[in-house]
């Protein structure tokens, strides 16, 4: 291993100088996570509605104000006609339509709330689906009150549903996402640089005046790793950092949970990417694999859809991909506070993941054709 | 005198086409061999697999003592290398990239640094010990790279087409520097398909399509083939 001490230096020495290379790794962390949890949301907006009011009693005008109080909500028509409503939805107009029966108001006196009636153009299923939701809410809250002022008791199978969400209780998307896009960003820098780097000695022809030498293959490998299992850690840090200071977003659990986490994972990252790099005779076919991998990884892994929504056999494949149990142990921590301990099967998987992913690179690192 | 190099009929397929066709010789201690060529004669090809870089198809042989199908990484212990393509770090310094291979064969800081210092001064090249290789002229490049190559003091230096591309006087100024290291021991084993640099060689070896067509001291083989010179020799194999 006394190899490796002059390797590593070798490595810092060219990182330092290298002109483009420290300033993307300090200044794309936190671009990245500055634009991307707000550019990259899923919270409806803005959702378009139509007011079919057939009722035009007070408690009508009541809901009606207090969707237009919400900063969810753009009133565009209000109505008593529901095909000229309907006109608007089909014309995409708008995205909702919210139908107050006649007789609402006098239904609800006599302590029944009676079905209204929400429309949603699902083309966009999210903005369909949680517009919909925030419309119930909205409608519960406004029934609430007029009970409350009148004092009536709604009949038990009439209550407004009580929603508490936990972790995340504004349900804010960013909160879902930033564990996501710091891994992204780590994987991003654990595979490509690494691999390029590799790739590059080999385009150069530096490579053969390494491969003539005694080195270890081990020592050779890990002389590529290791730089980059310090700088996924030094991207890991900023990403924290201007999450925490921009939007106020900290670790609920432990900070050593995440970055063990985080050291594993970049070793199985980093590890998977010069193997990759090794089978490459050029950057073109490298950065083309490693692209195919670093795809499915973010589209499978859980990073930007649950897990739980892919089918049956798309979740046993991706049982073999490290940023799985990553995203797991990230939203875990970061969201909840759980510990080590609970996520132990998550922390073995990613520690096996390191062990054979580092063993493959140095196993297929080849001095001799 | 004792062999350092010795191959038995040592060939090198790519699928259906050979590349170097069971060539046999010996080298002995402390002799400048050149292992002369055209272009695609398969001078790499056989200096590769000698360095433990490419596994021979067939054939037998040792280098240093060791055996070049089982002991590639052991022949790496007692080899320096010169790749017919620049290969040092360009964006290290002189005197870092001796640091580097100096470390990487074992040597110490103090060692790499003494021996640095002397062989930069052989070469009256101390001034510029700090300046980024990439930076250098050609003809530096390829005295750099040999030095590097020899900086651990190796028993047998390979040097593939050393001087090729570069000016006249540093070629005479990069064999004065082989001459040097010569005798002080080291075996040289230098492919070139400059003609007129196998004077400078104690024997010789000629190879076309894979094969050694004429193996001798380059006097021997002037007078066996009733030239003038190396170049002479060279079309009259040619035909």
């Known amino acids: ?369 | 005198m004792d062999n350092v190099i010795e191959v038995r009929n040592l060939t090198k397929r790519f699928g259906s086409f050979t590349a170097v066709d069971a060539i046999s010789f010996e080298v002995p201690k402390g002799e400048i061999f050149g292992f002369l060529g055209a272009n695609g004669a398969g001078k790499t090809t056989a200096i590769r697999m000698l360095c433990g870089l490419s596994f021979p198809t067939e054939g037998s042989g040792t280098v240093a003592g060791f055996d070049i199908m089982t002991q590639g990484e052991q022949i790496k212990r007692h080899i320096g290398y010169m790749s017919q393509r620049f290969s040092l770090y360009g964006d290290l310094t002189v005197f870092e990239n001796m640091q580097l291979f100096g470390g990487i064969y074992g040597m110490s800081e103090k060692q790499i640094a003494a021996r640095a210092a002397e062989l930069l001064e052989k070469v009256q090249f101390s001034g510029h010990r700090n300046d980024l290789v990439g930076s250098l002229p050609l003809g530096w490049k390829q005295k750099l790279a040999f030095l590097v190559a020899t900086v651990h003091n190796p028993e047998i230096v390979f040097l593939d087409e050393p001087t090729g591309g570069v000016d006249p006087i540093t070629r005479r100024q990069f064999w004065t520097m082989i001459r040097e290291a010569a005798s002080s021991g080291t075996t040289i084993f230098v492919t070139t398909h400059y003609m007129d640099e196998a004077g400078y060689c104690n024997r010789v070896s000629i190879m076309m399509d894979g094969r050694i067509k004429a193996l001798d001291t380059p006097s021997v083989l002037m007078k066996e083939y009733k030239a003038e010179s190396m170049n002479e020799v060279f079309v009259k194999l040619c035909r």
């Open chain 1, 1 to 369: 291993m006394k190899c490796l001490k002059f390797l590593l230096r070798k490595e810092i020495i060219q990182f330092r100088r290298n002109k483009f290379l420290p300033r993307l790794i300090f200044a794309f962390p936190i671009l990245i996570m500055l634009i991307a949890p707000i550019v990259a949301n899923m919270e409806v907006r803005g959702v378009n509605v139509a007011f079919v009011d057939c009722d035009h009693s007070a408690i009508s005008r009541r809901v009606l104000s207090h969707l237009n109080a919400s900063k969810h909500f753009m009133v565009k028509q209000v109505t008593a006609d529901y095909l000229l409503a309907y006109g608007l939805l089909e014309a995409g107009r708008v995205d909702v339509i919210v139908s107050i029966p006649e007789g609402f108001e006098k239904s609800i006196m006599g302590g029944i709330v009676p079905k209204i009636k929400v429309d949603a153009n699902a083309i966009n299923a999210t903005k369909g689906m949680l517009g919909s939701q925030y419309i119930m809410m909205t409608i519960a809250s406004a029934l609430s009150e007029v009970a409350a002022e009148n004092g009536l008791s709604m009949s038990a199978d009439s209550d407004p549903a009580s929603v508490r969400y936990f972790y995340n209780e504004t349900l804010d998307y960013r909160f879902y996402m930033i564990p996501a896009f710091i891994i992204i960003l780590i994987q991003l820098v654990c595979c490509f640089i690494p691999a390029l780097n590799l790739v590059l000695e080999k385009e150069k022809g530096t490579i053969e005046q390494i491969n003539v030498t005694p080195v270890s293959r081990l020592e050779f490998t890990l002389s590529k790793l290791i730089p980059y299992w310090i700088i996924g850690l030094v991207v890991l840090t900023e990403g924290i950092l201007t999450v925490g200071l921009v939007y106020g977003l900290w670790p609920v659990g432990s900070t050593g949970a995440i970055y063990l986490a985080a050291i594993l994972f970049t070793f199985a990252m980093s590890g998977f990417a010069v193997t990759i790099a090794n089978g490459s005779d050029t950057m073109q076919q490298s950065i083309f694999v490693l692209f195919f991998f670093v795809m499915i990884f973010m589209l499978m892994s859980g990073m930007l859809t649950p897990l739980g929504s892919m089918p049956r056999w798309a979740q046993w494949i991706t049982v073999v991909f490290p940023p799985r149990y990553f995203i797991a142990i990230l939203r875990a921590v970061y969201l909840k506070g759980t510990t080590v301990l609970e996520l132990g099967v998550d922390y073995l998987a990613l520690a096996g993941f390191a062990v054979v992913f580092c063993m493959v690179a140095a196993l297929t690192y080849c001095k001799q054709e």
